[in-house]
């Protein structure tokens, strides 16, 4: 099946690492001409040359993805390079755990700017020019979270609520001018993100022992299994599916 986004100019935010990377990987290797959004400090530029030595076609564009003057620059800068964005994955996120009451203010801004505001800025900033090269496909990486709430976890499950919701009201408004917008819900997974959720989790006394886990969804989620989910979503073959909430949980939220 390898081509199934050739032609396809990918934006990929938090595309340096974990499942992000993982997405980077792939969308690459089916013909993605992928632009990589992540942190100054991130691994970005490295993947992006290692990509690029295997005959990719592939640049980093360092950002802030909750600073809206940055990610209007890394916008730009893979327009530049490889034309209209006809897929984004808004995958930057960041992770907030903690017994409600003693979270911060701050904590809870920090949570909002990046996991939400950021599909803002980066959608607000793609749109225009996805729409005047016919359409394209928006994934947004939200999560079990989303519905299943957590105990210690108030402030990162508020923020896929909100994650859930954007993705779906995007596909509402602009169906008719070529748009997918989904929304992708992984279970726990196997990158050090989600390792640091657990271990998180568990310091606090939640059960997310590796027997826990089993019962909840069988095993771990890998990375390249939500890259394959977002290849899917971002594909052709996913023509129809618009406004859907895609669990990748293995049964999780079906208990």
Same mark, same amino acid.
């Given at each position: 099946? *390898?081509? %199934?986004?050739?032609?396809? !100019? ?15 990987? =792939? ?23 290692? =990509? %690029?030595?295997?005959?990719?076609? !592939? *640049? /980093?564009? +360092? ?13 730009? /800068? ?19 755990? @903690? ?11 920090? *949570?909002?700017?990046?996991? !939400?505001?950021?599909?803002? =800025? ?28 957590? +105990?210690?976890? !108030? =402030? ?14 995007? @596909?509402?408004?602009? %169906?008719?001018?070529?748009? %997918?917008?989904?929304?992708?819900? +992984?279970?726990?997974?196997?990158? @050090?993100?989600?390792?640091?959720? *657990? ?14 886990? @089993? ?41």
């Amino acid at each position: 099946m *390898i081509g %199934r986004l050739k032609g396809k !100019v990918a934006l990929i935010t938090g595309g340096a690492g974990g499942c992000g990377l993982a997405a980077s990987e =792939l969308f690459a290797a089916e013909g993605a001409r992928v632009g990589i959004v992540d942190l100054p400090h991130s691994n970005g530029a490295e993947v992006a040359k290692r =990509l %690029r030595d295997a005959g990719h076609d !592939v *640049i /980093f564009a +360092p950002a802030d993805v909750s600073d809206a003057a940055q990610v209007k620059e890394a916008v730009q /800068f893979v327009e530049a390079a490889f034309g209209p964005i006809t897929v984004l994955m808004n995958h930057a996120g960041i992770l907030a755990a @903690a017994p409600f009451l003693e979270t911060t203010e701050e904590e809870w801004d920090r *949570i909002m700017a990046v996991n !939400v505001k950021s599909m803002f =800025l980066v959608t607000k900033a793609v749109l225009p020019g996805m729409i005047g090269s016919g359409g394209g496909s928006i994934i947004s990486t939200s999560s079990i979270s989303a519905v299943a709430g957590t +105990p210690m976890e !108030v =402030l990162y499950c508020t923020s896929k609520g909100a994650c859930h919701m954007f993705a779906r009201a995007i @596909a509402v408004e602009f %169906r008719d001018r070529g748009i %997918r917008s989904n929304a992708l819900c +992984p279970g726990f997974i196997a990158t @050090a993100h989600g390792l640091r959720e *657990i271990d998180t989790l568990g310091k606090y006394g939640v059960d997310v022992s590796e027997s826990a886990i @089993a019962a909840a969804q069988g095993r771990l989620c890998k990375p390249q299994e939500i890259a394959s989910a977002a290849l899917f979503l971002a594909s052709d073959d996913a023509s129809f599916i618009n406004g859907a909430h895609l669990f990748a949980d293995n049964g999780y939220t079906a208990i």
